[in-house]
C-alpha cells in the first residue's frame, strides 16, 4: 500500500495557485460544517459517501482531499489510492490550517 503524500495548505497554493480546473479539491466535510466554513470550488462529498458517490471525482486530475484537520481526509484519501485514484493527496491539517495558512476570513471552528 503507498503512502499517501501530504501538502500544507501554503505548499498547496503555491503549486496549484489556480486551482479550480487543475485539480479537484475534494471535501469530506459534513454539511454542518461547510455551512461552518468552506473553500470555494471544492467538490463536497461527505466522508459516509465518498464509496458510492467516488465516480463523481475526476480520476484524470490530481486530487487533493481535505477535512477539517486532516484526519479523515487522509484515510479517504487512502480509500481512493486503493481503489484506483494514481494522483490523490491529503491536505495536512485540514481547513483549520487552510484558515491560518491561506484565508484568514474563512471561520476555524
Not at 26 to 55: F, S
Not at 85 to 94: P, T
Not at 95 to 104: E, M, N, T
Amino acid at each position: 500500500m503507498a503512502q499517501v503524500p501530504e501538502l500544507s495548505p501554503t505548499a498547496f497554493i503555491k503549486r496549484w495557485p489556480d486551482y479550480g480546473h487543475t485539480l479537484t479539491l475534494l471535501d469530506v466535510r459534513e454539511p454542518d460544517e461547510l455551512e461552518r466554513a468552506a473553500v470555494a470550488g471544492a467538490l463536497c462529498i461527505p466522508m459516509r459517501e465518498v464509496p458510492e458517490r467516488a465516480a463523481e471525482v475526476d480520476r484524470t486530475k490530481p486530487v487533493v482531499v481535505m477535512c477539517h484537520s486532516g484526519r479523515r481526509s487522509w484515510v479517504v484519501a487512502q480509500y481512493l489510492q486503493e481503489n484506483g485514484f494514481e494522483n490523490v493527496y491529503n491536505l495536512a491539517g485540514g481547513i483549520d490550517a487552510w484558515s491560518l495558512q491561506v484565508d484568514s476570513s474563512i471561520p476555524r471552528y
